[in-house]
């Protein structure tokens, strides 16, 4: 069993900056892969961004690379998404995810998720 709580939302101008963070609890957290999804209202969930249990793999939607930066500490439980130059379009509801690397395109592919943080951003 995995439980994770994300933070770090808010309202924030068009071109600022946000860090998201995903807490977890239980101990096989380690194991899992992780995703970043988002949600915009009248839209479909869609991964943002995934890593690997190691770190050592990430992968990203095309909306948000090279603006975006998923990182992990297996130490602390933490996972983080930092978003840099945040677009209107980026206004969603993110949430974070545990699964598998090899499912991590589909919200299929995560046997746990948080209950949500709300990004929004204005132009």
């Known amino acids: 069993q995995v439980q994770l709580v994300e933070s770090g939302g808010g309202l924030v101008q068009a071109g600022g900056s946000l860090r998201l963070s995903c807490t977890a609890s239980?101990?096989?957290?380690?194991?899992?892969?992780m995703g970043w999804f988002r949600q915009a209202p009248g839209k479909e969930r869609s991964l943002v961004a995934a890593?690997?249990?190691?770190?050592?793999?990430?992968d990203y939607a095309d909306s948000v690379k090279g603006r975006f930066t998923i990182s992990r500490d297996n130490a602390k439980k933490l996972v983080y998404l930092q978003m840099n130059s945040l677009k209107p379009e980026d206004t969603a509801v993110y949430y974070c995810?545990?699964?598998?690397?090899?499912?991590?395109?589909?919200?299929?592919?995560?046997?746990?998720w948080g209950q949500g943080t709300q990004v929004t951003v204005s132009s």
């Open positions: 995810a545990a699964g598998r690397w090899s499912g991590r395109y589909s919200s299929d592919g995560y046997d746990y």
């Open positions: 890593i690997s249990w190691t770190g050592g793999s990430t």
């Open positions: 239980g101990r096989t957290f380690s194991t899992y892969a």
